[in-house]
């Protein structure tokens, strides 16, 4: 599975956006923001329009995950940058609509988009 991508977190961006903070191909990013802070690799593309990132869910945090500059602490998940927006309409019922699970407590996936900064990190990543 390592060798299908990239190994690890990746946030897609476009060309332009990489160009003013000197990011490259598949060098180490941090996004963060004041829910938390994700590290992964850069993946720079034309696909991508200015001033939009893009970050897949769903993928294994434990598998090449430094610690990062902003925190000191390992660098996050998928969901660290993202913040729950309960929705009380899917609170009705107590059927298995709600849902436990770590870093996540509500009802639907409802958080989706957020501010972030992303910046270029040293390339010397301690795990």
Known sequence: MLALFRGGPVIWMSTADAERIGVKDNEWIEAYNRNGVVVARAVVTHRMPDGTVYMYHAKDRTVN???????????GIHNSLTRLLVKPTHLAGGYAQFTYAFNYYGPTGNQRDEVTVIRRRSQNVEY
Not at 65 to 75: A, H, I, Q
């Open 65 to 75: 995950v430094p610690k990062t500059e902003v925190s000191g602490r390992r660098g």
